[in-house]
């Protein structure tokens, strides 16, 4: 019997990490639109209500205001940090709200003015109110929403949007 000397044994394990390698580009390739496909998608876009939330001169520095928003089953918090940070609003863009509900499990979420974050007694995930709601400890796998605020010639506080989706929801608009 000949033998071929040209085969290689390449060994079990590399021929399935090389089967799985090609089973995966195969997978995207049918998963991933084309360009074409991509044009034609249509994009989802949320239309979120504006809500007043508070005027300028009701938050004292350091001291959190409850809100609601987008509705009144979402629990959130104003905060004047008292110094200027990204996103932030007012005269000395300070101003910044986020939902006071946790992203990993809806645990409420308390507010330490030493530290200015607000904290999860559920999991203890701890967001950075300074870093628009970066998470910085825990169990959660995302930042904490963030509204998106505005401020009119008044001084009124508006609420028009969220930056992450609320625990819970499918969307964050009813």
Sequence with gaps: ?????LLVDVGRRRFLSGAGMVAAGAAANAVLPT???????PTARVTYPSNRLANVKDLKPNEPMD???PDSDAPGVLLKLGKRVEGGIGPDGDIVGFTTMCPHKGYPLAYNARTRT???????????CEAGGQETWGHATQNLPQYSLRVDDKGDIYAEGLDEL?????????
């Design 118 to 128: 607000l904290n999860c007694s559920g999991h203890y995930s701890v967001f950075d």
């Design 67 to 69: 809100v609601a928003y």
């Design 35 to 41: 360009a074409e496909a991509k044009a034609a998608v």
């Design 1 to 5: 019997m000949k033998r071929c000397d």
């Design 166 to 174: 609320l625990y819970g929801r499918l969307s964050n608009v009813l």
